[in-house]
């Protein structure tokens, strides 16, 4: 008789059984293979999934973080356009509460040069104090320094932009703003030679290759604005507050003011990467349905395979739970050992995501990630607990369903039917 060890749930007995059917044998070699795919499919889809969704989570933090550290979360103008009492009215926002810091800043086109070559530039000026505060900048000065910067008729410039313009701290450039000193035939450019006090590197190729900061008096005499400003950029505790706090400053700023925040600037950047993110996951976890799918045709032809096997054990005394619970383990080992092997290489990769990324592009001779095209100077990868955990628990659930129609369909054959003819 047997005992009660042997016929409880999930016993040894079925885990031998499921794990034997597992092994290539010669006469099961093709449902073998199906399980290697199966496997190799959930394996890569869960990789993939975890690969692509940290990537896309990295580029939106880090591009999140180097656009709202170069410019304030909440802009503030005048509805005149000309911003001459912005002393007081950045006095007045300093006051309200959840606001850290207030720029005045004026901002303009200009032609940037020299003896080699010749570039466009994003010209900002802006006082030491805040040029410093900005992390973004005062964080990443790679040669010269922000000391004085308010004293001398000088520039700071990206390192991509030195490079493409071939120069070195304490060379001189030249700017050329279209719009100079009124002459009696016309306004004529305005034409003046800065030397470079300062490089950063902020590692967003962007603004590192087009923007130019100058002293704030400097600026407004170049651009023929003197003692007015183009914009108050106001930087806040939590970004993700500005729509509460817009009638607070709207109230501080007075009536001359209107503003706009980092969400209305950059909707249409974010909204993008959001779609973008959400259409990759549906796409790549079609990879892991696809591998669950093997999954069930796999276990119907080893079922169809064992029917004779199925139905001597039947007879011999075992349940159909028993049955089911072999075929159910069998299929389910594939999904499970193949998702935590999903889950294993995809958080190596993530871990290593620019090593592999410099590896590759030394192999291949190529750019992976360019900065000109993704605005990154690395490929970066974030990865979420919440979101990871979702990955797999998402395939480990696809796997489980996969194994439950075949395993019911082995337990509902027929001994008789199937050993008629044996």
């Given amino acids: 008789m047997a005992s009660s060890q042997d016929t409880r749930m999930f016993s040894p007995f079925e885990w031998m059984l499921a794990l034997r059917y597992l092994r290539a044998r010669r006469k099961e070699g093709f449902i073998s293979v199906i399980a290697g795919f199966s496997f190799l499919g959930i394996t890569l889809g869960?990789?993939?999934?975890?690969?692509?969704?940290?990537?896309?989570?990295?580029?939106r933090k880090e591009l999140f973080d180097k656009i709202l550290g170069?410019?304030?979360?909440?802009?503030?103008?005048?509805i005149s356009g000309r911003f001459?009492?912005?002393?007081?009215?950045?006095?007045?926002?300093?006051?309200?509460?959840?606001?850290?810091?207030?720029?005045?800043?004026?901002?303009?086109?200009?032609?940037?040069?020299?003896?080699?070559l010749t570039n466009g530039a994003l010209v900002r000026g802006v006082r030491e104090a805040d040029l410093t505060q900005l992390k973004a900048i005062g964080d990443n000065i790679r040669f010269g320094t922000l000391k004085g910067f308010d004293d001398n008729a000088s520039v700071?410039?990206?390192?991509?932009?030195?490079?493409?313009?071939?120069?070195?701290?304490?060379?001189?450039?030249?700017?050329?703003?279209p719009r100079g000193a009124t002459t009696p035939f016309g306004t004529a450019p305005r034409v003046k030679r800065y030397a470079v006090s300062a490089i950063f590197e902020m590692g967003m190729s962007e603004y590192d290759s087009t923007i130019v900061f100058m002293p704030l008096k400097e600026a407004q005499l170049f651009f023929n604005q003197r003692g007015l400003v183009s914009v108050l950029e106001v930087v806040v505790d939590s970004p993700d507050t500005v729509g509460k706090m817009r009638p607070s400053i709207l109230r501080a700023g007075g009536p001359t003011i209107y503003v706009s925040d980092w969400r209305q600037r950059n909707a249409s950047l974010f909204s993008a990467l959001q779609v973008e993110r959400n259409v990759m996951f549906l796409i790549l976890t079609l990879i892991v349905l696809v591998a669950a799918l093997n999954i069930v045709s796999g276990l119907i032809m080893l079922v169809k395979d064992k029917s004779a096997d199925i139905a001597i054990l039947r007879t011999m005394g075992a349940t159909r739970g028993a049955v089911m619970r072999v075929f159910f383990i069998t299929g389910a080992s594939i999904g499970v050992v193949g998702s935590l092997a999903g889950?294993?290489?995809?958080?190596?990769?993530?871990?290593?995501?620019?090593?592999?990324?410099?590896?590759?592009?030394?192999?291949?001779?190529?750019?992976?990630?360019?900065p000109e095209l993704y605005y990154l100077s690395q490929m970066p990868a974030e990865m979420q607990t919440g979101e990871v955990i979702s990955v797999l628990i998402m395939a480990l659930t696809l796997s489980i369903l996969a194994t439950l129609y075949p395993s019911w369909r082995a337990s509902r054959l027929d001994p008789v039917e199937a050993l008629r003819y044996e």
């Fill in 156 to 177: 700071a410039i990206g390192t991509r932009m030195a490079n493409d313009l071939r120069v070195k701290l304490r060379d001189k450039i030249t700017l050329v703003a």
């Fill in 343 to 370: 889950f294993a290489i995809g958080v190596l990769v993530c871990a290593n995501i620019e090593s592999i990324r410099q590896f590759i592009s030394f192999i291949t001779n190529t750019d992976l990630f360019s």
């Fill in 70 to 78: 170069l410019n304030g979360h909440i802009v503030v103008h005048s």
């Fill in 46 to 59: 869960v990789a993939t999934l975890i690969i692509v969704l940290a990537v896309m989570n990295g580029f």
């Fill in 84 to 116: 001459d009492d912005f002393d007081a009215v950045a006095g007045r926002l300093r006051k309200v509460r959840g606001v850290k810091e207030v720029m005045p800043l004026i901002e303009g086109q200009a032609m940037i040069s020299t003896p080699s």
